[in-house]
């Protein structure tokens, strides 16, 4: 059975930091393409940041310079440091995993951003 657990999300002032974790089991991790998701009220869905296999980052506009992704492998985890948060971008992160056909979610974690 696939699984894919987001924790880490909460509360945080303006200017702030959390760090959010997508936890998995069930996958060959350290083959999937991993990714960070938001969803923001009233909002679709939108890509955050990208992780390749080989530990390759790719950014959102958005939040390059102020959001770092990382992957331990060994660990089948995935990582989301989140710096000088910003109001918007209050939303529901959702953690990806996707291997050719196969694509995952996990359930999501409540980012508030406000003072």
């Known amino acids: 059975q696939v699984q894919l657990v987001e924790s880490g999300g909460g509360l945080v002032q303006p200017g702030g930091s959390l760090r959010l974790s997508c936890t998995t089991s069930?996958?060959?991790?350290?083959?999937?393409?991993m990714s960070w998701y938001r969803q923001g009220p009233g909002k679709q869905r939108e890509l955050v940041a990208t992780?390749?296999?080989?530990?390759?980052?790719d950014y959102d506009v958005s939040v390059n310079g102020r959001f770092i992704i990382s992957r331990d492998n060994a660990k089948n985890t995935m990582f989301l440091e989140m710096n000088s948060l910003k109001p918007e971008d209050t939303a529901v992160y959702y953690c990806?995993?996707?291997?050719?056909?196969?694509?995952?979610w996990g359930q999501g974690t409540q980012v508030t951003v406000s003072s």
């Open positions: 992780i390749t296999p080989g530990r390759r980052p």
């Open positions: 069930g996958i060959s991790f350290s083959f999937y393409d």
């Open positions: 990806n995993a996707v291997l050719r056909s196969e694509n995952y």
